[in-house]
């Protein structure tokens, strides 16, 4: 950490900005005339995200070889332009740019499409409703380790999940609920199949993954689907510390195993009614709502974890 705040004390402002985006891009093509090429060397985004509908993975017979290449393609374009004096300040002179790293994210939950971005050469997870259903923290901490192992070889460094979110409420009639998409609806199961996940992608990447657990500060009793349109979810504070927070507190307590530590939460892009005191109140989505947000991460248990390095990344803004 101290490293990372030596490095950031002597960025450009244009730098320090770039750094906060991960950004998605199409295809695989990175070359200078390339969008993302443009975003990597002009901007200096932080990372980007993977995913099959932008088509950045090949077909069946090459997934696994392709995905390697482009990923490998980023990093050397990002080290290349770091290093070659290009770069330019806000002035228009020229400067060398910082290296950092990009992040390179995925979502891969199990249990292949729509949930997996690589349907071929990995290999197939069950989901998190089926490793829930087995009630042993150990299968999840073994889906975890190979999952890490296997994105890791990719060099893929951040991954999108588990979800922590506990279905409370099972809309099977209208098909709004959060499906196969949880450990279940236990949050003290949920906490602790989500820890030994955690713990398994740490452990079966040599931790050179950072995991960012999902979706904070909770979606499963919300009413809708937030893809669809902007969900809502009615509980006051004490009853989302009980049930909503509780998988989040057991993944963010600096008191645990560190394995078990998500270095990231991702913020969903939900309304939350009544948890601030006034029942008939509703935040904005809590990913806009600065003061609901500030609220939240006011509990001691998220201070302490953000204090320690935690970061938040939001739900996909696009």
Not at 249 to 259: G, H, I, S
């Amino acid at each position: 950490m101290e490293k990372a705040k030596t490095l950031l004390e002597t960025m450009s402002p244009e730098e320090k900005v770039g750094q906060l985006f991960l950004v998605t891009f199409q295809g695989t093509q990175t070359g200078e005339d390339s969008n993302i090429y443009k975003l990597i060397t002009e901007q200096h985004v932080g990372g980007v995200v993977l995913r099959a509908d932008n088509d950045n993975f090949a077909g069946a017979d090459e997934t696994v070889m392709a995905a390697h290449d482009t990923i490998m393609s980023l990093q050397q374009l990002n080290w290349q332009y770091a290093y070659s004096g290009k770069g330019q300040n806000a002035s228009g002179n020229q400067q060398a740019d910082h290296y950092v790293p990009l992040f390179v994210g995925i979502t891969q939950e199990g249990d292949l499409a729509p949930y997996d971005q690589i349907l071929n050469g990995l290999t197939i997870l069950p989901n998190e409703m089926a490793i829930g259903a087995t009630w042993d923290p150990q299968n999840a901490e073994t889906v975890g380790s190979i999952l890490g192992a296997e994105l890791k070889t990719l060099g893929i460094n951040l991954v999108f999940g588990p979800s922590l979110d506990v279905l409370d409420v099972v809309n099977t009639d209208v098909g709004e609920d959060l499906g196969v998409r949880s450990f279940g609806g236990d949050p003290y199961w949920v906490a602790e199949m989500g820890q030994a996940y955690i713990k398994g992608v740490h452990n079966g990447s040599n931790n050179k993954i950072a995991v960012i657990a999902k979706h904070f500060p909770g979606r499963g009793e919300s009413d809708r689907q937030p893809e669809d349109e902007v969900a809502t979810v009615r509980k006051s504070l004490e009853q989302l510390k009980q049930i909503e927070l509780a998988p989040f507190f057991a993944v963010t307590n600096q008191t645990n195993d560190p394995q078990e530590i998500a270095e990231g939460l991702l913020l969903s892009h939900i309304r939350y009614q009544g948890f601030q005191g006034n029942i008939r109140a509703t935040t904005r989505p809590v990913s806009f709502d600065a003061t609901a947000l500030n609220q939240l991460m006011g509990l001691a248990e998220f201070s302490n974890w953000q204090d320690s390095g935690g970061v938040l990344v939001s739900d996909d803004l696009g």
